[in-house]
């Protein structure tokens, strides 16, 4: 989210105070923000230009088209643009003796064609590094050739992910530059080519010496090994080629990392040393807070990060450098002063000393850091501000701002397409133009000074960032400001202990996790807001993604401001407001009852909506239910499963191992009361069922085998296994598939068929098999609604309601039409997922806050069904 600006974000020009003055919008024309508390300036107003701004959005935009384009595109437009500009230079040049506020607008528009050129030109030059060259030729061919690579960024691990019914296995990522490459003939050919190297396998149990040999790569290291290339993942990718390992060879060194890097690489070491001993939170979060380093984060903790917008903090970016130069400088405001605080003056540093001093300072937080572009970006920022401190000129950081984002594009155009350049630039931007004005409303109307600035810079950053994030996660958090006001103030000290921490750890480890063991108690209340705010149960709503979803936030956005103005001026309206936000995020069970939420009263059976697989739960008793499946993704069955208010899980059935069944499972037992695991008989795929005992295992839960003619009952649900037949016998070609347990459920009035994903040589066998076809109130349809269905027994089940778990786009062609016709024609109500979220079955009128539809009553004696809809 980049509201790492919650904590000053690195942006302020030390000797400046944030948002003083007023601003130059542009030659003869100016607009007023609101001095920051405290300043100096405090009651008078100080220009601030802002014709930087309108050059660096010209050459970021045009550096960002180009990339998406090719490098002849990028010449084509730096031709037409300079020349255009040069022009109306010359013709700004002669103006200025004859009107100087046409030759003003002139030198405007010449400065902005002239970026774009330079924009453009840039790009073209890093997108030919991507064309040139015999890498996108191999790529295209999927050759298999050895190459020198010098690794350009920091490994990083990508989980496991679910495509299907399969798991593909974790994978180890880094970007290189590709230095020689072997083409036809054996020859070596010298090249720079970036690339994106992908090393296979790595999580997999029994392969952690190679893990070891691949992750362990520093930033310039140079490694000799055979790599079968491929098209890039996407267009427009800072990536010629993917070239993934083959083989099981590790990596053949030819090119030591430069000493820089080495140093580097022996502090991040020497912090996770340090680390070691601490809680788990603190060991995981610290090395993240201090230099970006994730490799030890839970996916728990990623999670909950995720769910309240805390991310940020976990990528070093302005706020770090600020404290760190807050250290040095001392206050805002005094930077620049004789009188000025911090450790420079104490060391004796006159004021070019102590900028020379801040100057090594950057240096030494982007080598550790790693040149991310949050830290690029913040690190820009200090350095321009460390000139006007070097030279005694006092700047606004605004036009600073805009020569840093101008300066990085034209260095680095591959940043314009970058979401974390993005986001970190638009949270400083929002911190110096729109949080000052805010800050000031709040103090106007009582609130306390701090608290407003902490409130107006939280809330600036998420409503600035809040369209380009809803971009990456298709939800908005309600819950990211509190989070982060919360969590904010703790993170300095963090980072200051933790600094420390890293710079002595090289001396000595005791001092070292002297420090860390202090550190470690803030950073475990960063981890405590983010859990409490993650479950909550209103903690985020689902958002369209895409851009059609940013610009539809990014509106309602515009919308909501001038109303929070208005509310502001009454503090009943302010009170009312806030009370209806604590009701939507706690959510209290007399209030989900009297809205009709889901879930709806006395639901029998739920659907959740866990994408392309399934997971559904059969109510029996308050807080308690029997899962059958747990799809594909541990955190959306999790949160399904919170939504129910399901606390204790007696037995969780998983019909076969088919990942998109089973790979949430860690997700079911996350938190909860579960007896045990019960499952199919046949163990394929096989490290499928491996990764489900041991899943099990780690949380002391038994794993026991169901086969047919089993009947069990829990709480009022009551259920029959007729498939698989306990002695194998089994039929198809299907193999995990034709195993799927089907089970014939009773709760209450209404009877279930769950019927896995069984394929037609199943659903025969079925019809042949005395009560393998039930006549039944809900069926959940076979295989997430295949094609692959037997007629007659889907005629023969006759359900009132169909429900179909799929996932939206999901490739696979599920739902099929004719399947969906088939269960229409025989008078079912079709519901699916994919087009309204979790569904829930209740006898008698369906309720919910989407309504719902209710099932075929007509049948003699059958009960009254209401079908509900998440959304």
């Known amino acids: 989210m980049g509201t790492r600006s919650v904590r000053g974000a690195g942006a302020t020009a030390p000797g400046e105070e944030e948002g003083s003055g007023e601003v130059l919008a542009g030659p003869g024309t100016k607009s007023e923000v609101s001095a920051g508390p405290g300043s100096k300036g405090a009651g008078r107003q100080e220009g601030v230009d802002l014709r930087l701004v309108l050059p660096a959005l010209g050459a970021w935009g045009a550096a960002a088209l180009v990339l998406g384009l090719s490098a002849w595109a990028g010449i084509w437009i730096a031709v037409v643009c300079g020349a255009v500009g040069g022009g109306l230079l010359l013709l700004g040049g002669k103006g200025e003796r004859t009107g100087r506020g046409e030759s003003g607008r002139r ?217 760190l130069l807050a250290l040095l400088l001392g206050p805002q405001g005094r930077a620049a002063l004789a009188e000025r605080g911090g450790l420079a003056p104490r060391l004796g540093l006159s004021l070019r000393g102590t900028a020379a001093a801040g100057g090594a300072l950057c240096a030494g937080f982007v080598i550790v850091c790693g040149a991310e572009p949050s830290v690029v970006r913040a690190a820009g920022c200090g350095a321009v501000a460390l000139m006007a401190l070097a030279t005694g000129r006092r700047r606004s950081m605004v036009p600073a701002l805009a020569a840093v984002v101008l300066a990085l594009v034209l260095w680095e155009p591959w940043l314009a397409r970058s979401y974390g350049f993005v986001l970190s630039v638009l949270a400083t931007g929002a911190l110096l133009t729109v949080a000052p004005s805010w800050s000031a409303a709040l103090r106007r109307r009582g609130v306390p000074s701090r608290l407003a600035e902490g409130l107006a810079a939280a809330a600036a950053a998420q409503a600035v960032c809040a369209p380009v994030v809803v971009l990456l996660s298709e939800r908005v958090s309600l819950v990211a400001v509190p989070c982060n006001l919360l969590a904010g103030p703790l993170v300095a000290p963090a980072t200051v202990l933790g600094f420390g921490a890293l710079v002595l750890a090289p001396l000595g ?61 009454s503090r009943w309206l302010v009170c009312g407001c806030a009370l209806l936000l604590v009701l939507v995020v706690v959510r209290p069970a007399p209030v989900t009852r009297v809205l009709g939420a889901w879930p709806p009263a006395g639901w029998r059976f739920a659907m959740c909506d866990v994408g392309q697989g399934d997971a559904t739960v059969l109510a029996a008793g308050v807080g308690t239910a029997v899962v059958v499946d747990a799809g594909p993704d541990p955190d959306r069955v999790a949160g399904c499963l919170d939504r129910l208010g399901v606390r204790r899980v007696p037995l969780v059935l998983l019909s076969h191992f088919h990942a998109d069944h089973v790979a949430g499972l860690e997700g079911v037992l996350r938190g909860r009361a579960v007896g045990a695991v019960q499952t199919t008989a046949l163990a394929e795929p096989a490290g499928q069922a491996a990764a489900v005992r041991r899943t099990a295992a780690e949380q002391g839960v038994p794993v026991l085998t169901a086969a047919a003619g089993e009947r069990r009952a829990v709480g009022g649900v009551s259920w029959e296994v007729l498939w698989p037949p306990a002695g194998g016998g089994l039929v198809g070609e299907e ?71 799929v996932g939206a786009d999901n490739g696979y062609g599920h739902p099929a039409p004719r399947t969906l016709d088939a269960l229409r024609a025989g008078g079912a109500l079709v519901e699916r997922t994919d087009q309204h979220g979790g569904l829930a079955v209740t006898e008698g009128p369906a309720a919910g806050r989407n309504g719902g539809r209710e099932g075929d009553g007509e049948r003699k004696g059958a009960v009254r069904l209401g079908v509900s809809r998440e959304r």
């Open 107 to 323: 030198w405007m528009v010449a400065a902005v064609l002239v970026c774009i050129g330079a924009g453009a030109a840039s790009a073209a030059v890093g997108r030919a590094d991507v064309e040139r060259g015999p890498v996108p030729g191999l790529a295209r061919d999927g050759a298999v050739t050895e190459a020198v690579v010098e690794v350009t960024g920091e490994p990083r691990a990508r989980p496991p992910a679910v495509r299907g019914g399969r798991e593909l296995p974790g994978e180890l990522l880094w970007e290189g530059e590709v230095r020689e490459v072997e083409v036809r003939g054996g020859r070596m050919v010298r090249v720079r080519t970036p690339v994106l190297v992908v090393v296979d396998g790595v999580m997999e149990p029994g392969r952690e010496k190679k893990a070891r040999e691949w992750s362990r790569l520093l930033p310039t290291t140079r490694v000799r090994a055979r790599f079968r290339w491929a098209s890039p993942w996407a267009p427009g990718q800072r990536a010629a080629a993917v070239a993934r390992v083959h083989g099981e060879a590790g990596p053949v060194l030819v090119g030591q990392p430069s000493v820089a890097e080495r140093l580097a690489g022996k502090l991040r070491d020497g912090l996770r040393g340090a680390v070691a001993p601490l809680h788990p939170d603190a060991r995981a979060l610290l090395p993240g807070l201090v230099v970006g380093d994730t490799s030890g984060l839970t996916p728990e903790l990623e999670r909950v990060f995720q769910a309240t917008d805390l991310t940020h903090l976990l990528a070093v970016s302005g706020g770090n450098f600020a404290v």
């Open 735 to 805: 193999g995990p598939n034709d195993a799927s347990l089907v089970l014939s459920v009773q709760t209450g009035g209404v009877r279930l068929l769950l019927a896995g994903d069984v394929e037609p040589a199943v659903q025969r066998e079925l019809l042949r098999r005395p009560g393998g076809a039930p006549r039944v109130d809900v069926l959940k349809v076979p295989h997430h609604g295949s094609a692959y269905q037997e007629g007659e027994w889907m005629r023969r089940v006759a359900p009132r309601v169909a429900l179909v778990s």
């Open 509 to 569: 480890q005791t001092p070292a996790q002297a420090l860390a063991w202090c550190a470690g108690w803030p950073v475990r209340w960063v981890a405590g807001v983010a859990r409490a705010g993650a479950a909550l149960p209103g903690a985020g709503i689902a958002w369209p993604g895409g851009w059609v979803g940013a610009g539809l936030l990014a509106g309602t956005v515009l919308v909501l401001v001038p109303l929070g103005r208005t509310v502001l001026r």
